[in-house]
């Protein structure tokens, strides 16, 4: 049995009647993305690496059901090639006759995302037709960008790693992700390229201070199968982990490559007890659609959170979730036949403090979330985690929305919804300036047109949420049983 206790954040001013609680329970941590297999991430497509990280994504999660032989229950597999082939034809959009790839069409071509791109492209042909072309010419580039030491040279095309996540993107660690993409397209270890290249990253992590680009290099020294460097990689990133029970780092994207370190090519019961912890404060990360705030943490969290769970994955097991509270209690069953089902139920007592029990052996996943609903107010719609607001007035049909930052965001975002009968000539979200000022207005104006005559017109809801983490109040945890 294993007991925890759930403290969800809850928000202090709400409208009366308006918050509900709901708890969802997973048997897979991947469930989410399973379902939304074919759109997994809500991000716009204007950018060559989301688009080609929504790909990478769909190809994670269709390799994990294909290999744990789930994908034919999962019923999505249509879905996703059809995405497939949708983001393969936008991909080439950013191509450029030199075979490379840039992040903005007509941008500077980057070494980073032709890396990405080359080995995502590989990676889909089990699913839907790839031009081999493509690869080949996108191969030829990043090789010609190579210089005699076995270093690439970095041209455009920066991770998007925040400064809260502590890892500082350099040299190394863009040599060593280029070089893992031609690692997993299984290109020789004799190739003059992949030699030059693993000699080069040899020569640069002597003296590494960088745990970002250690955790890069142990991946890419393990997809080597050069045990020697990688164990000397992993003891540093070890002797400067979190230490919590075990090995624990602050961030997403180090903890991802660690996990992909360890289990790459091994996998041995010692690896997998030492990415455990990892792999749980990684999972207790996600938000509630089982993603990171930027495309990088998302894309490479989900490649290893989906080689972690082929890893650990059986065939026999069941367990009992009990979530409850002074005045509420509800109990999920979960087996192998409905690990991919998900549950939610609705929690009456919204006080904000949850016992958790699991009774049996296996995983579930644990997300409780806070949902705002106003839905007989012509009211905002309050579903960030980065913005809140102090109030809204509605004066001479105009609403005034007051709006605070709560902390540091990357994008807000304004959805709003239409009346019956009308239609608006433009799009239905725009984007407000992340650095929101006091005092200082920012004027939005929506010009609607009536189509025909509705009677009894019901409000609408307008959202204000930070693009990247459109959940607002929100708790996960991951409860481990083995027999």
Not at 62 to 67: A, H, I, R, T, V
Not at 157 to 169: N, R, S
Not at 427 to 432: D, R, T
């Amino acid at each position: 049995v294993v007991r925890a206790v759930m403290d969800v954040e809850m928000p202090e001013v709400v409208v009366p009647g308006s918050l509900h609680i709901k708890v969802a329970v997973m048997g897979d941590v991947l469930n989410r993305l399973v379902h939304n297999l074919g759109e997994p991430l809500d991000f716009p497509y204007e950018n060559g690496d989301w688009n080609i990280a929504s790909m990478a994504m769909n190809i994670y999660v269709l390799n994990y059901l294909k290999e744990t032989q789930q994908l034919e229950h999962s019923m999505k597999e249509e879905e996703a090639v059809n995405f497939l082939k949708k983001a393969y034809q936008t991909q080439l959009s950013f191509k450029d006759k030199s075979g490379a790839f840039s992040i903005f069409k007509s941008g500077p071509r980057s070494s980073w995302l032709t890396a990405l791109v080359m080995v995502t492209l590989y990676q889909a042909q089990p699913y839907i037709f790839i031009d081999e072309n493509v690869i080949n010419e996108a191969r030829k580039w990043l090789e010609c960008q190579q210089r005699e030491n076995g270093c690439f040279k970095v041209s455009a095309g920066p991770f998007h790693c925040l400064p809260p996540q502590g890892c500082a993107i350099d040299e190394v660690a863009y040599n060593a992700f280029i070089l893992a993409a031609f690692l997993e397209m299984g290109v020789s270890l004799d190739d003059p390229v992949v030699k030059m290249g693993l000699c080069c990253l040899k020569e640069s992590i002597k003296d590494l201070q960088n745990p970002f680009a250690a955790a890069i290099s142990a991946w890419v020294f393990t997809l080597a199968k050069d045990m020697e460097p990688r164990a000397q990689l992993l003891h540093y990133l070890d002797t400067i982990a979190i230490k919590e029970e075990t090995s624990v780092f602050s961030s997403l994207l180090i903890s991802s490559y660690v996990i992909l370190a360890k289990l790459t090519v091994t996998g041995s019961p010692r690896d997998l007890r030492s990415a455990s912890h990892t792999f749980k404060w990684l999972v207790e990360h996600l938000n509630y659609y089982s993603t990171f705030s930027s495309t990088q943490d998302t894309m490479v969290a989900v490649k290893a959170i989906a080689l972690y769970s082929k890893c650990m994955h059986t065939r026999t097991w069941s367990s009992t979730v009990s979530i409850w509270s002074p005045n509420d209690k509800v109990v999920f069953q979960l087996t192998p036949h409905n690990k991919l089902l998900y549950q939610e139920m609705v929690l009456q007592d919204i006080n904000g403090k949850y016992s958790v029990k699991m009774k049996g052996t296996g995983c579930a996943l644990v997300q409780v979330c806070v949902h705002l609903s106003y839905d007989t107010y012509l009211f905002v719609l309050l579903t960030g985690s980065g913005v809140d607001v102090e109030h809204v007035d509605y004066k001479d049909n105009r609403v005034f929305v007051y709006v605070h930052k709560v902390r540091e965001i990357l994008r807000v975002q304004l959805r709003r919804a239409l009346f019956g009968g009308f239609f608006c000539p433009c799009f239905h979200c725009m984007s407000l300036p992340p650095q929101l000022h006091k005092n200082i207005p920012i004027i939005h104006k929506l010009h609607l047109v009536q189509e025909y005559f509705v009677f009894n017109n019901k409000a609408v809801n307008v959202l204000i949420y930070d693009y990247n983490n459109p959940g607002y109040f929100f708790r996960s945890l991951l409860l481990f049983q083995t027999a």
